[in-house]
């Protein structure tokens, strides 16, 4: 390479090198990664949850439950109203719980009275329901 060219190569080489370098300390910083977004957390299907009754306040239903059993008429009836805002599948399975776990006080087949007090309330029992074993 003759000097002369060797001249020009060196003089482009430091303006590509003065170009390059010539932002700082101003040179734009690249873009942050963007990261997904979490995947939306599906809404249980009902039955699928604890209920959202306290379980103390179906106590009720067991003066509405012997008062049917005996064929007496229900005066004051405190159970339908706590019952009121479920679906019928979450009202069986929180009345079983209440059972299963005493609440109501009494020995009862569990499933025949989960039937007799949603009819009662004006709810359907599936007819292949039974109360879950845990």
């Known amino acids: 390479m003759t000097p ?8 482009v080489l430091s303006f590509v090198a003065f170009v390059v370098h010539s932002c700082e300390p101003n040179c734009p910083t690249p873009a942050p990664p963007v990261s997904p977004s979490p995947p939306a957390v599906p809404t249980p299907p009902s039955g699928s949850g ?25 005066g004051n009836d405190q159970c339908c109203p706590l019952l009121q805002g479920l679906v019928d ?25 989960v039937s007799i007090l949603l009819n009662h309330c004006g709810k359907t029992c599936p007819a292949d329901f039974t109360c879950p074993s845990n």
């Open 89 to 113: 599948l979450d009202a069986a399975l929180c009345l079983c719980t209440a059972i299963k776990a005493n609440i109501l006080g009494i020995n009862v087949n569990a499933d025949i009275d």
């Open 50 to 74: 604890p209920c959202p009754i306290d379980a103390l306040k179906l106590n009720v239903c067991a003066n509405v439950l012997n008062l049917l059993k005996l064929n007496l008429p229900v």
């Open 4 to 11: 002369s060219k060797l001249a020009v190569f060196l003089t």
